[in-house]
């Protein structure tokens, strides 16, 4: 069988790792990028909520108000569901999770990502154009919604504090919430609108439109297995479908999938999984829903995707692989029909995805400590769609001997050890 041979095996087709072999292939460097789909986007990247969140200041850290924890340890709460049966499997990544929230680390965690976050937007708009896709950008910006007098006012305090780092937003009343969107219904104290934020209504799309461009340009996509790669004298090598490839480095760009390859090399990197699901169903009548909307007390999030309006939940802790079980959905739909004229779901049955996460809410970027020529860039939690091509840049950066836009030692994977 055929060998193919390169300066750099990208493992994992999804906007992470299409971004960082586009960002690789500008710096000159021959890259193969590979997936166990035929399609790039077809895993995580397909299923987000579509919101470049070049606003969020703030990573998603576990909460600190005690009547919240008991209601996520009772599964009352809307946002979060787990699974008990998968509890011994997750629960240490809890507690780890749990430390890295406090005040301090948060803060840390924020100031280490603001510089990608800064960037996220820009770097999207940039390989938009590049691709020819500029219609899947809609500068909308979104909506949170709050249904009480107390979550609002926490909402316009975050909004405050991101004030500081040039975060622009408005604080919504009732009729502030109906000129944006007359369709809404139901009782809310307030809204908070950032108008910054991009939104993709197609985000499996746009990572598509991405691999399309760097075939384009001369890059390849091949199906592999990445639970094959090893080293040899060559460099590293991971078997494909017609033969093998074979580069001097490789990137594991595997999201919630990137411990089938750094297990095996003996790395012990605390990747969690945060799962979620959507449906897409349709609008009634002439309905239109003219931003991404969260309603934040009930932890579900509708967005007018090109497919029809996706409902997407909040978080369920489970194994990765364990079997579906979309218990959010099932409560927040009433909800959902309540708040918007939906009509019928579009899709068979729900999809389901996993976010990989680290505990301190940071990717992991940068070099395997112990592998020569082998590179990390995954965990990248919520915000896979908004920060892959700014942390691509920053990790082809690296790798080419540029100085990097931002610093990447917080990203470093010898922080866990």
Not at 227 to 252: F, H, K, M, P, Y
Not at 385 to 414: I, N, Q, Y
């Amino acid at each position: 069988m055929a060998e193919l041979k390169a300066d750099v095996l990208v493992l994992g087709a999804g906007m992470v790792g299409v971004s960082a072999a586009l960002h690789l292939q500008q710096r000159g460097r021959d890259v193969i990028l590979v997936d166990r789909h035929a399609l790039a986007g077809e895993e995580t990247s397909f299923g987000n909520a579509g919101v470049i969140e070049c606003a969020s200041v703030f990573p998603y850290m576990f909460p600190r108000d005690i009547g919240q924890i008991l209601q996520y340890a009772l599964n009352r709460a809307p946002q979060v569901h787990y699974q008990f049966s998968d509890l011994p499997a997750f629960l240490p990544w809890l507690v780890r999770y749990f430390i890295a929230s406090s005040p301090d680390r948060t803060m840390h965690s924020a100031m280490a990502e603001l510089p990608l976050i800064r960037r996220s937007l820009i770097e999207h708009e940039a390989l938009m154009s590049e691709a020819g896709v500029p219609e899947l950008l809609r500068r909308t910006g979104w909506l949170k919604l709050f249904r009480s007098d107390a979550t609002l006012a926490n909402a316009a305090k975050d909004l405050e504090r991101a004030r500081q780092f040039g975060v622009a937003g408005e604080v919504l009343d009732s009729a502030g919430i109906a000129a944006r969107e007359p369709n809404l219904s139901g009782q809310f104290a307030g809204a908070v609108y950032l108008p910054a934020p991009g939104f993709v209504p197609d985000p499996g799309g746009l990572a598509k439109a991405y691999a399309a461009l760097f075939e384009r340009k001369g890059g390849r996509f091949i199906i592999g297995d990445a639970a094959t790669l090893q080293r040899d004298a060559a460099g590293w090598r991971i078997a494909a479908s017609n033969g093998a490839a074979v580069a001097r480095e490789a990137v594991v760009a595997l999201g919630p999938w990137s411990d089938l390859v750094f297990r095996s090399l003996g790395y012990a990197i605390p990747l969690g999984i945060k799962r979620g699901y959507h449906l897409h169903l349709a609008a009634r009548g002439n309905a239109v829903l003219h931003h991404p909307v969260l309603d934040s007390d009930l932890g579900y999030l509708l967005a007018p995707m090109n497919r029809g309006i996706r409902l997407t939940t909040g978080v369920e802790f489970a194994r990765r692989d364990a079997p579906p079980s979309p218990v959010q959905l099932g409560r927040v739909l009433p909800q959902a029909h309540k708040l918007f004229p939906l009509g019928d779901a579009i899709d068979a049955k729900p999809w389901m995805g996993a976010r990989p996460c680290l505990p301190d809410m940071l990717p992991v970027i940068g070099k395997a400590p112990r592998h020569r020529g082998l590179w990390f860039d995954f965990g990248h939690q919520h915000h896979g769609l908004t920060l892959g091509p700014a942390t691509g840049r920053l990790l082809a950066e690296m790798m080419t001997g540029e100085t990097p836009f931002a610093d990447p030692s917080p990203f470093a994977v010898e922080r866990f050890y």
